[in-house]
C-alpha cells in the first residue's frame, strides 16, 4: 500500500495536465510511495487522452488511477477521488499546476495525525510553525500545497456547490469538529511550484457575481453546528472575518457601492454577521460560563513597561488573555520581546532618538551630491544605531524628556482607552512621559484576570494550561491578597476544566495551590475524579461515596434556590460516575456488575430522582398540515434524531423511506453540544430546569417536526434527554441503544416514561441497561435486533494466504484491545513463523488528547518493539475496499473489552474468516459474547484462542468451519431480515 494518495482534478478539456503529470513524476519522493488518482469532471476528451499518454510515458511505473466523474465542481471531482484514495494521506493538485520536485517529499516529511500541513512561502527561521488554525486563516483560504490525514476528509466532504472557495469551507468544517478543536497547522516552508499561465483573474469579473460567491462561502462556514455565534469556533470566526473583510474591499469597487454589498449580506440572514465593520472573534460559550460569569469591565490592556523582559516573563498568560478576545498592546522602552508577543496586533518600543535630522539634510541640500548622498547616509545609519542603543544606556527617566516628545506613535498608543498594565518601575516613568495619569495595574491584577477568564474560557490546549498555571504561581506568591479578594472557586472551576481537558499536571498544580491558599479542597466528587484520571485509581466504594456526598450537597443547594451551583455539582459527580477511565479503560465496569451499589447515589438523592423524573410536555401537537411538501394521508410521519454519531441512523432513514415520509431532526447541527457525548453543564441544568416545571421552549418548525408520528431516537443520548422533556403528547417515541450507552450518563436522565419501544443489538446490552435502570424499562416494548449487514458484499474467495493470517478491523483503540490479540499472534508464530496479523483501519495517534487513548497507543507501540510480533503484523490504514482486503483475512478477531455487537468482526465473518472472539470481559458476566454469537466461536484467554486456531488450522477443517460462518452470519445478521425488523417496530406493525 502507498503512504501517500495524489488526487489530481482536472476539467475533461483541460490542455495543462500533461504539465502537471509531468511534474509529479519528477517528485523525489520514490514512485512507490504515493499513487496518483487523477479525477476528470466535465465535457471534453482531450484530458483523458493526456493522462493515459503520461501514465505510460513519464508515469510509467507510478500506481495511477483514472475516472470519469459526473462532478459539477472541483469539489464534487476531489470528493471522487478521495472515495479512491487507499494511502493514509492525501494531498490535492490541480490538473493546471506544475509542482516543485520536492513538493510531496517536504509535506509528507512533516506528517501528523492531528494537524493540516501546509506548504508556505519561508518567513524567517523564528518564525513559528505549529500554530493554531484561527492565527493563519489566510493559509486555509485558497488553494496550496497541502497534507491531510485521508481519515479526516472521508468524515468531512468538500462541499459540491462552490467553485473556487471549496478549501476555505472544508477547513471550516474540519477543524470545527469537537473532536478537532485542538488540532493544528503545520507551517512548513516549502518549494515555490512552477507558474502556470492561469487566466487573468481581473478579467471581466462580474461584480455581483463576486459578491455571492463571497457570500455562498460566509453561509456555508456558518451553516450546521456552527449556525448560532456562540456556537462558532475561533477557525470560523477568522474564516469569516477574512471573507467578510473581501467583501468590504470589494465594496469600494462595486457600482452599487458600501449600501449595495451591505444590503446583500443583510439578505443573506447570516446570523452574527449584518454589516462589513470589522468582526470581533470571541471564545465560545461551552456552559461553564454559567458558574463563572466573564470579567466585566475594558477587554483591552495597555501593557507598559521599561524592559522587555518584564513583559516576556508574562507572555504565556498575555497570550492567553489575546486568545480569548482581549485586546493586547505593548509599550516598553529596552530590550526584545518574545516572538509570542511580537505576534499581537501592536507593540512598539519606545524611540529615543527621532526618524531623521531634518537640519543636517538641510544644510546638505547645496552641496555636491556626493557629500550629500555620504552625509544623509551617516546621519541616517548614526540615528539607526542611536535608536538601537541609548535605551540600553540611558535609564528611562533621564530619556523621557526626549521621548516624550519625539515618540508620537507611543502617544497615540496610549490614547486608546484600555486598563494600563504596569509591569516595572520604568513603566510608570513612560506614563508619566506622555502625562498619562489612567489608573494601573500591575502582575497580579492580570493573574486574576487571567484566572476569571479561564473559569468560563478554558479551552484547554496546552498553551492555555500554562498560562492558567503561572497565573495561579504568581497569585500564591500573593498569599495575603489572594485570600482576601479572590474566590477559591475560581480554582476549582479552573482545574475541573483543566482535568476535563486531559491538561493533568496543571489540574494538579492549580489544586495544589488552591490547597496552599485556602485549605482542603470541599469537593470530593473532583477529588475522586482527579485522583481517578491521575492513575491513583481509588476504590469503587470511595467513587460511589465522593458522588453521594456531592449530590447530597447538589440537594442543598436545590433546597436553597442555586441552581447554578447545583448544575455544576450535578455535573462533578455524573463526569466522576461515568469517566471513561473506570469504565471503558477497564476489563470490568461497576456499571454492569453491580449497578444497584454502584449507581446508588442517583437513586438516593433528590437530584438524582430529579433527573429521571416525567415532567409535562410543554409542546402542543402541532398541525403537519402546513408544510409545504403533500404528503400521502395513509404514510405516517417519522422524525429521526441521528444523535452524536449520525452515520448509522443513515441505513434507518433508507429503509424507512419507501414506506413514510421521513424527516431528520439533526440536534447537532444546530448546538454543538449534541455533537458529542460528554457530560455538559448546559444538558444537565437544562434537565434540572424542566424537571423543576420549567421546560425548554420550542420554535414552531421543531414542534412541527416533534408532532410526528413516530420520533425515532438512535442513540440514548443528550439528544434522547432533550426529547423526552419535549416531545408533544400522543407521539410514539422509539428509541435505539448502542453499546456505549449503558456506561453514559445521560442514560438516567431520559423520561423513559414517554418512550414506547427500545431496541437493542444484543440481549446482553439489554440486560445491561435494564439493570442500570432498575425497573425503568418496565412496561416499555423492548426488542433485540442485530446491526444488519450486507453480507454478499463480503463474499469473495480467499486467498492462499488467508489461512494463516488473522484479521482486526477498527482496532486502534483502547476498548478493541489489541494487545490480546498480540498475545494470540506470539502464541501462533512460535509454533509457526507463517502466521500474520492483518490491522486494517488508522493507526494509534500517540499524542491523542484523551489520556486513555494516548496510554493505550503508548503501550501498543511498546509491545510493538518485539520482533516476534513486529515481524508478522500488516498495517492496511483506512480503506474503503475492505471486501477486497479481507481475501487475505482467514481469522476474524474481536479481542475487545466491551462490544455492543462488533459490526466489524461481523464483516468480516460475512467474507468466510473464522471468528476468533474474546468473551468480551466487561459484559461476560451476563452472557456478553457467548449469548450472541455461537460458543466455538468465543475464548476466553489468548492462549485458548491460539490453541483452537492450531487445533482447526493443524485438522485441515478450515475451509468447513469457513462456510459453516458465512452461513450463520446469513441466518442471524442478514440484512434484509433485520432492516425489515427494525422497520415493522418503528412503524408500530405487528
Not at 116 to 134: E, F, K, L, Q
Not at 703 to 722: C, M, N, P, Y
Amino acid at each position: 500500500m502507498r503512504d501517500l494518495s495524489v488526487v489530481v482534478s482536472a476539467h475533461g478539456s483541460c490542455d495543462r495536465v500533461a504539465a502537471c503529470l509531468g511534474a509529479l513524476a519528477a517528485q523525489t519522493l520514490p514512485a512507490d510511495r504515493f499513487e496518483v488518482v487523477v479525477v476528470l469532471h466535465g465535457p471534453g476528451s482531450s484530458a483523458r487522452d493526456t493522462v493515459e499518454r503520461v501514465a505510460r510515458g513519464p508515469l510509467a511505473g507510478h500506481e495511477v488511477e483514472l475516472v470519469d466523474a459526473v462532478a459539477g465542481s472541483p469539489g464534487a471531482a476531489r470528493n471522487v477521488g478521495v472515495g479512491l484514495a487507499r494511502a493514509p494521506w492525501t494531498t490535492f493538485v490541480d490538473g493546471t499546476d506544475a509542482v516543485a520536485p520536492t513538493h510531496l517529499e517536504t509535506l509528507y516529511a512533516v506528517r501528523h495525525p492531528e494537524r493540516i500541513v501546509v506548504s508556505t512561502t519561508p518567513a524567517g527561521d523564528d518564525a513559528p510553525r505549529h500554530v493554531a488554525p484561527h492565527l493563519a486563516a489566510e493559509s486555509l483560504r485558497g488553494r496550496r500545497g497541502r497534507l491531510y490525514p485521508t481519515r479526516w476528509l472521508v468524515d468531512t466532504p468538500f462541499v459540491e456547490g462552490l467553485c473556487g472557495s471549496e478549501d476555505t469551507v472544508l477547513h471550516g468544517q474540519l477543524l470545527s469538529r469537537f473532536d478537532r478543536q485542538f488540532a493544528e497547522l503545520d507551517l512548513t516552508p516549502g518549494p515555490a511550484d512552477a507558474p502556470g499561465d492561469r487566466p487573468d483573474a481581473a478579467d471581466a469579473v462580474d461584480p455581483d457575481a463576486a459578491v455571492r460567491a463571497h457570500l455562498s462561502v460566509l453561509t456555508a462556514l456558518t451553516a450546521g453546528t456552527q449556525a448560532d455565534p456562540a456556537d462558532r469556533t475561533p477557525v470560523t470566526n477568522a474564516l469569516a472575518a477574512a471573507e467578510v473583510a473581501d467583501l468590504r474591499q470589494m465594496s469600494d469597487l462595486h457600482p452599487g457601492g458600501h449600501a449595495h454589498v451591505e444590503a446583500a449580506l443583510r439578505d443573506a440572514g447570516i446570523r452574527g454577521i449584518t454589516s462589513l465593520g470589522p468582526a470581533h472573534v470571541d471564545g465560545t460559550a461551552d456552559g461553564f460560563g454559567l458558574f463563572h460569569t466573564p470579567p466585566s469591565g475594558a477587554r483591552s490592556l495597555v501593557v507598559v513597561a521599561g524592559s522587555a523582559g518584564s513583559v516576556n516573563e508574562h507572555a504565556r498568560m498575555l497570550g492567553f488573555l489575546a486568545r480569548s478576545g482581549h485586546g493586547i498592546r505593548v509599550l516598553h522602552y529596552r530590550g526584545r520581546l518574545k516572538q509570542s508577543l511580537r505576534r499581537l496586533p501592536e507593540t512598539h518600543r519606545v524611540e529615543v532618538l527621532p526618524a531623521s535630522l531634518g537640519w543636517i539634510e538641510a544644510r546638505v541640500t547645496a552641496g555636491a551630491p556626493r557629500r550629500r548622498r555620504i552625509a544623509l547616509r551617516a546621519s541616517q545609519e548614526g540615528l539607526r544605531l542611536g535608536r538601537r542603543a541609548l535605551p540600553e544606556l540611558v535609564p528611562a527617566r533621564l530619556a523621557a524628556p526626549a521621548f516624550g516628545r519625539v515618540d508620537t506613535r507611543a502617544a497615540t498608543l496610549l490614547a486608546e482607552p484600555g486598563t494600563r498594565l504596569v509591569l516595572d518601575r520604568a513603566g510608570s516613568t513612560l506614563l508619566r512621559a506622555w502625562g498619562d495619569d489612567s489608573p494601573t495595574v500591575g502582575a497580579p491584577e492580570l493573574a486574576d484576570l487571567v484566572l476569571r477568564t479561564a473559569a468560563s474560557q478554558l479551552r484547554g490546549s496546552l498553551a492555555d494550561a500554562h498560562a492558567v498555571r503561572a497565573a495561579s504561581r504568581l497569585l500564591r506568591g500573593e498569599a495575603a491578597r489572594t485570600r482576601g479578594e479572590l474566590d477559591p472557586e475560581l480554582w476549582t472551576m479552573v482545574a475541573y476544566r483543566l482535568l476535563r481537558a486531559g491538561r493533568l499536571e496543571a489540574a494538579t498544580a492549580l489544586l495544589d495551590d488552591r490547597e496552599a491558599l485556602f485549605g482542603a479542597l470541599a469537593h470530593p466528587a473532583l477529588q475522586a475524579l482527579h485522583a481517578v484520571l491521575t492513575g491513583v485509581d481509588p476504590s469503587t466504594v470511595d467513587v460511589v461515596d465522593a458522588a453521594r456526598v456531592t449530590l447530597r450537597h447538589t440537594d442543598d443547594a436545590l433546597a436553597d434556590g442555586d441552581l447554578d451551583r447545583a448544575a455544576f455539582l450535578t455535573t462533578v459527580a455524573l463526569d466522576l460516575l461515568f469517566t471513561r477511565r473506570l469504565h471503558t479503560a477497564e476489563t470490568r465496569s461497576a456499571i454492569v456488575s453491580e449497578p444497584d451499589a454502584f449507581l446508588a447515589p442517583l437513586r438516593e438523592t433528590e437530584v438524582g430522582r430529579l433527573l429521571g423524573r416525567r415532567t409535562a410536555s410543554p409542546t402542543p401537537r402541532v398541525s403537519r398540515l402546513s408544510r409545504q411538501q403533500p404528503r400521502e394521508t395513509d404514510r405516517p410521519c417519522v422524525t429521526v434524531l441521528p444523535g452524536a454519531y449520525p452515520k448509522f441512523a443513515a441505513a434507518v432513514v433508507a429503509g424507512l423511506d419507501d414506506r413514510a415520509d421521513v424527516e431528520v431532526l439533526d440536534l447537532s447541527a444546530r448546538q454543538r453540544r449534541f455533537a458529542n457525548t460528554g457530560v455538559d453543564p448546559v444538558t444537565v441544568r437544562e434537565r434540572l430546569l424542566a424537571a423543576t416545571g420549567h421546560p425548554p421552549t420550542l420554535d414552531l418548525a421543531t414542534a412541527e417536526a416533534l408532532s410526528a408520528d413516530v420520533v425515532f431516537v438512535d442513540w440514548a443520548d443528550k439528544g434522547l434527554t432533550w426529547l423526552t422533556q419535549v416531545v408533544p403528547e400522543g407521539t410514539r417515541v422509539v428509541v435505539r441503544l448502542h453499546g456505549v450507552d449503558t456506561l453514559s450518563a445521560w442514560l438516567h436522565t431520559a423520561e423513559w416514561d414517554k418512550v414506547d419501544d427500545v431496541i437493542f443489538p444484543s440481549d446482553h446490552l439489554r440486560r445491561a441497561a435494564a439493570a442500570a435502570l432498575g425497573g425503568r424499562l418496565d412496561g416499555i416494548r423492548q426488542h433485540v435486533v442485530a446491526n444488519p449487514v450486507d453480507v454478499e458484499r463480503y463474499v469473495l474467495p480467499k486467498t492462499e494466504s488467508a489461512r494463516t493470517t488473522l484479521g482486526m478491523v477498527g482496532w486502534a483503540q483502547q476498548v478493541k484491545d489489541p494487545l490480546w490479540t498480540l498475545d494470540v499472534l506470539a502464541a501462533l508464530r512460535r509454533h509457526d513463523p507463517r502466521w500474520r496479523l492483518r490491522l486494517i483501519g488508522a493507526d494509534f495517534a500517540v499524542d491523542d488528547p484523551n489520556p486513555v487513548e494516548r496510554e493505550a497507543a503508548r503501550a501498543f507501540h511498546a509491545r510493538m518493539g518485539d520482533p516476534l510480533v513486529a515481524d508478522g503484523v500488516d498495517f492496511v490504514g483506512y480503506t474503503a475496499r475492505l471486501p477486497e482486503h479481507l481475501r487475505e483475512v482467514g481469522w476474524a478477531v474481536s479481542s475487545s473489552r466491551r462490544e455492543g455487537f462488533h459490526i466489524g468482526l461481523v464483516e468480516m465473518a460475512a467474507s468466510g474468516a473464522v471468528p476468533v472472539v474474546r468473551d468480551w470481559p466487561v459484559y461476560a458476566g451476563i452472557g456478553g459474547a457467548t449469548s450472541l454469537f455461537p460458543a466455538d466461536w468465543v475464548s476466553t484467554t489468548a492462549a485458548e484462542a491460539a490453541q483452537r486456531i492450531l487445533r482447526v488450522s493443524g485438522s485441515g477443517t478450515w475451509d468447513d468451519a469457513s462456510g459453516r460462518t458465512v452461513d450463520t452470519v446469513r441466518e442471524r445478521f442478514s440484512g434484509t431480515d433485520s432492516a425489515e425488523r427494525l422497520r415493522r417496530i418503528v412503524l408500530g406493525e405487528r
